[in-house]
């Protein structure tokens, strides 16, 4: 990226990039100028989506040919004059997200493109058609259809990892229009821009940077709508069936009674630290049944090695924000840790770079219990509260959680202590838990197969009944 | 025979000295045989006499604010005692009332057949056609748009087919925070604007922005405007640059799109400087000498630099009413004026804003 001059971040719109006069400076963690984002205004946003509405969704075989033919022009080739090489190292940059982490994320997302159908089709209910003209409607049977035509996406912009989630509509053969969080526009510019190259007409995928007022004429205008947020914006959206809102994840992790906790203490460092505890499955929480101290020393200790690295290095693995943002987070944090016992980070967790801008380095707390509400913060970078669990808290503590991970050695019959199948029952069961992993797996393991937070495709599809002849 | 000054009632065209004009306007207003009981009553408070000490409009900052007294004032006690007992009035007409009760004016007919002399210049300079008919979306009843802009279209050559719009509901809901009310009142405007769009001749179109927005989320209205509609005039709130582009370029290249600024404390509007580019701020010239604007740094009571935001003071001087030194909620950019012209042009006129600080919301997002 020339330096001298920053990269024009243009609006996509259905006849083509669209600049604004109304152009926000985005700037790297250490305040350099990088990007002018354009913002469109609401007019833009409602003609835009006019726009989605008429347009005809390409063919499936060509969606899924055009789909992969993105993932190679994403991941590899140059897009509006950004190689891809420049573009982790911008998204590094300007996020402050470790850079091995971008480049993880950005092959989730190739990966997405190339296979969306795998995790588009997973919803499929094993009853349903994807066509009416199926043989099996000769008798009646289920077809597979779109809730709506259009989906708006608010985009999150704590990770790149996100975008590989709406490619499944439009595999599905839904137009989308991505409102990019105005932190981290770069990967669904360079997303949008590769699959219109890829074949997807303009008026088939669009993005759409405003500004936070009219983020509400995307939701209006479009059939159906992802958003990403807080808990604010999952209460507003609570009653309202078009919307789904990918919320905080809170993803625990519960280490039962004589289990071998130290064999897996790779396995919580890496669930709290992986990609720079900036996802929503990174592990903000550790249960502990029995004395938590030991756990949560063993935890401070490992994440304390960490280097703090600028988010450009290859070896980084903490985030890295700007100074004041860092700032606000830390008080924030410190706050909210009155009256644990800090393990790490007590004194505080900002680094300051030479080049500008502070890493957040980890915080390991230690609370007294679980009325006291310190495991629900979460915080975008490796900060975990460590706390005492019994079986008579039951299994409803651990819920309202995107993954639940039950570190225990064997299922069924432990070596010591009470059998976990039960509780796993009760895990299983809960309506407010979307994940349950037992033994030896990351909160953050996924694959293209299995629901993240259930399948896109409950939301985006429905299955009607067809009988002709 | 009228016992004023001339200069008080010149014919639109002939702009008087704007000193001399002040000056003889002073004098109607504050001679006991001429002045409105309103400014008598008011002599006593002023620790300066108006005849004596005011020269020029920079003079007018000697006036306290007296515009809040107008939400209490008996309203007859307004008109000046010089036109008589039986002058012809136009009607009373209140501010907006965003805070408390509504400021009332009284509008006189001498004074809304030159407004609409100037309106009618304007218009034509823009290119708007006259003999057409009018589809208007603005408030009637207290609000002095709709009385005036119903005189306009028929001086005009043309019919008003109108929608009513109340402000002041609309400010409460938005005030209550309650998006999903705003939006269905938005919707009832554009459900009542399709019918004349459909069934009758429409050549102007006379709405607020976030009207004009919502008009085009439905392509059938689009597609009726961009039939029939030779004008299209915003007023009420701004409209920011990219969207005006997109007005001019791609929804509606065919027509003339200008824009009104209306204050009840100057008796009027005026419509935007006429040929100014898409990369011009939207300015508004002051009607000089009647309707005149100042942008100033509040606290440093002095004017902020050309290009600069300041707050908006607003001075109306005439022969039916003398409002000086009324300090708005707006603020706006302090505009080089026209030649000749009293005061500043003023662009981008906006209400006050507040900013928060940056405030954590936990969770990765």
Sequence with gaps: ?469 | MSAADPLLELPYGTTPDPEEFLRAAIRWHFSKETGAPFWLDRLGRLDFDPIEDVRSFDDLKLFPNFANELRDVRAEDLIPRGYGDRPSIVGVFDSGGTTGAPKRVIMLQEWLDMLLAHSNAQLDAHGVPRDVNWLLAIPSGPHMVGASFQQLVAQRGGLSFSVDVDPRWVKKIIARGDQAESDLYTEHLIDQLQHPLRSQDIGVLMLTPPVLERLCRRDELVDLVREKVKAIMWVGTQLDPDTRNLYRTELFPDAVLCSGFGNTMTLGHVTERPGLTDDDPCVYDPFSPYMTYNVVDLEKRRPVEYGERGRVVMHYVGKSLFLPNNVERDVATRIRPLPGDVGDAVADIAPVREFDDEKVIEGVY
Excluded at chain 1, 201 to 208: A, E, K
Excluded at chain 1, 321 to 331: F, G, I
Excluded at chain 1, 411 to 437: F, H, K
């Design chain 1, 1 to 469: 990226m020339p330096a001298s001059e920053p990269y024009a971040l243009d609006a996509l719109g259905p006849q083509g990039p669209y600049r604004a006069r109304n152009r926000e400076t985005v700037t790297d963690t250490a305040g350099t100028e990088v990007a002018r984002l354009s913002l469109v205004p609401r007019l833009f946003v409602s003609r835009a989506l006019a726009a989605l509405h008429k347009a005809k969704p390409l063919p499936r075989e060509r969606r899924l040919a055009a789909l992969a033919r993105a993932a190679r022009i994403f991941r590899e080739e140059e897009v509006h004059g950004l190689t891809y090489d420049a573009y982790e190292r911008t998204v590094a940059r300007v996020s402050g997200i470790p850079l091995p982490a971008v480049r993880s994320a950005a092959d989730e997302i190739a990966d997405s493109a190339r296979r969306a159908l795998a995790g588009a089709y997973g919803a499929l209910p094993g009853g349903a058609v994807l066509d009416w003209q199926d043989a099996r409607t000769r008798t009646g049977s289920a077809v597979w259809t779109r809730r709506g035509e259009v989906l708006a996406v608010n985009a999150a912009g704590n990770h790149p990892a996100p975008h590989a989630l709406w490619l499944e509509a439009l595999a599905l053969g839904f137009r989308v229009a991505i409102r990019p969080s105005r932190r981290e526009p770069f990967t669904p510019h360079r997303l949008v821009a590769a699959l219109r190259a890829a074949g997807f007409g303009d008026d088939h995928v669009v993005l759409l940077p405003t500004d936070h007022a009219v983020a509400g004429e995307l939701l209006t205008g479009a059939d159906l709508a992802l958003v990403y947020g807080g808990d604010d914006v999952v209460r507003k959206y609570a009653g309202d069936p078009n919307v789904l809102v990918q919320g905080p994840g809170r993803a625990k992790i519960l280490v039962t009674a004589g289990s071998d906790w130290r064999a897996r203490l790779n396995t919580m460092v890496d669930s709290i630290a992986h990609h720079g505890g900036m996802k929503c499955v990174n592990a903000s929480a550790v249960f502990v049944e029995g004395d938590p101290a030991p756990v949560a020393r063993a935890l401070a200790e490992r994440l304390g090695a960490l280097p703090s690295l600028p988010a450009e290095d290859e070896k980084a693995g903490l985030p890295v924000q700007t100074l004041d943002r860092a700032r606000a987070l830390e008080r924030h944090l410190l706050e909210r840790a009155k009256g644990t016992v800090a393990h790490l980070g007590g004194m505080g967790v900002v680094d300051e770079l030479a080049g500008g801008g502070a890493v957040l380095r980890p915080a390991v707390f230690e609370a007294p219990d679980l009325k006291g509400g310190w495991h629900t913060a979460e915080l975008p970078f490796p900060c975990v509260w460590v706390v005492p669990w019994s079986r008579a808290d039951g299994a409803a503590v651990l819920g309202d959680s995107l993954v639940v991970g039950v570190l225990t050695d064997e299922e069924g019959s432990p070596s010591d202590g009470e059998p976990v199948d039960g509780l796993i029952d009760e895990l299983v069961a809960d309506r407010t838990i979307a994940n349950v992993y037992v033994g030896d797996h990351a909160t953050h393991w996924m694959d293209r197969g299995v629901p993240h937070d259930g399948y896109l495709g409950e939301f985006l599809m429905r299955s009607k009944t067809v009988i002709r002849g």
